[in-house]
């Protein structure tokens, strides 16, 4: 167990706060699972840890700590600075929205824009949400997506892959949070390997981070799986396999929607006959691309 010298000075949660933000600063972490900052994250982790609600901290911020807690709390910041863990998973939590996951160190800590598009953002191409009856989340890690498409499609049987049977694990605690066994189906298998049938709407958030990139991510981000991060020399590695064979497993209108991080240049480069439509997202419109059946094909500009 655990024991820190700053235990007998850190009386109440503002004590532990301060000290935590103090810690976080001086360990110069990367804040990129959650949260932007030390403080918030800081916040984030006393919260939860004291199964407190996440959005009020100012009540409770004279409170003084049982020593368990405060040792529970200690041990957390100390595992945080001296490991470099993702707080996601000292917590277990992991957000989208108002969507709450389970997460451990066998998922990337889910982060795609893609759920910002689920639902409305796709009412241009999809006008009705009842018309998706089957989708596939392609590598579903999690099960994040796949969780919140069932939530925006309600008429939808959702197929989630995954190549690694332990993130197929975790998702499998996901889809039984929401009490979605009878919808969701988790598949291990290779991108479209061994799939039948078609779908209306096929999502992915795949890996796509380029060798150079990989070998300069900051240590929270080695705590990840590595094969969910990187895909080849460029990135593209996986996104090609989709592009490939994705119009095959669409149904006609049918959407393609695939994130791919800072690699629109690349792929641009590499299929300039294929006419993206790059969606607007809070990160900005590079990142998540769309695709009917028909503009795979070459049937439609």
Known sequence: MYHSPAASYLRTVRDVLRFAVSEFNRADLFFGHGSDNA??????????????????????????LLPAERRDLLAKIHRRVT??????????????????????????????????LLGEGLHPWIEYDELVHRALDLCTGSGCLAVQMAYHYPDAEIDAVDISLDALEVAAINVENYGLEERVNL????????????????????PY?????????????????ELALGSGFDGLDATRQILLHAAK???????LLVEIGHNRDAL?????????????TSGGDGFVFLLTREQLLGEEP
Do not use: C, M
Not at 48 to 53: A, E, Q, R, V
Not at 188 to 197: K, N, S
Not at 249 to 255: A, M, R, S, T
Not at 268 to 280: I, K, R
């Open 39 to 64: 403080h918030d994250e800081a916040a984030y982790l006393i919260l939860h840890s004291l199964n407190l609600p996440l959005d009020r901290l100012d009540p409770y911020l004279d409170a003084v």
């Open 83 to 116: 490991e470099r863990l993702p707080v996601a998973y000292l917590t277990g939590q992991a957000w989208q929205g108002d969507f709450e996951f389970y997460v451990d160190e066998r998922v990337i800590v889910p982060r795609s824009f893609i759920y910002e």
């Open 187 to 206: 598949i291990h298998t290779d991108l479209f390997e061994g799939l039948e049938g078609t779908y209306d709407l096929i999502v992915s958030n795949p």
């Open 209 to 225: 981070v380029d060798a150079e990139s990989v070998a300069e991510l900051p240590p929270e981000y080695l705590h990840e799986p």
């Open 249 to 255: 497993y669409l149904n006609p209108k049918g959407v």
């Open 268 to 280: 641009e480069l590499a299929y300039p006959e294929l006419p993206f439509v790059w969606l607007e």
